[in-house]
């Protein structure tokens, strides 16, 4: 093998390794993320393209739909939620909406396209009439 070839591979493997490490999520923040599919507990809608929900107590999400999901604005909307496997979510592709309103029953599937935990700064800027 050549010096060339060699510091050809050398170089080549840096730099894939430092892109794979750039591409990984902050491994200090995903605990934060993550919540139990059972604090779940309230949501609102200030669009038909984002959801905005309650964890227990004082934690709020931001989940941003990949399409409109006109249901969330009726006035008797509900969702309805489906968990599979764990219970724990972390990920956007941890959730499986839909959107009932009664009495017909009929659902509309609302796809999560992004999950983001709001800043104590970001909820206080949420309208009393729209924070969950």
Avoid: K
């Avoid at 709020?60 to 006035?75: I, K, N, Q, S, V």
């Amino acid at each position: 093998m050549s010096i060339r070839h060699s510091v050809f591979v050398a170089l080549t493997s840096a730099v894939l390794l430092t892109t794979m490490v750039r591409a990984q999520p902050e491994q200090g923040n995903r605990g934060d993320a993550c919540f139990f599919s059972r604090d779940f507990m309230q949501w609102r809608a200030p669009d038909a393209n984002t959801i905005l929900i309650r964890v227990g107590v004082n934690r709020f999400y931001r989940l941003d739909l990949g399409a409109p999901c006109r249901a969330l604005l009726f006035p008797d909307a509900h969702l309805v939620t489906v968990f599979r496997g764990s219970d724990t979510i972390c990920r956007p592709i941890d959730w499986d909406l839909r959107v009932s309103q009664y009495p017909a029953g009929i659902t509309e599937q609302c796809i999560v396209r992004a999950m983001t935990r709001l800043t104590p700064e970001q909820v206080a800027a949420i309208p009393p009439r729209l924070r969950p």
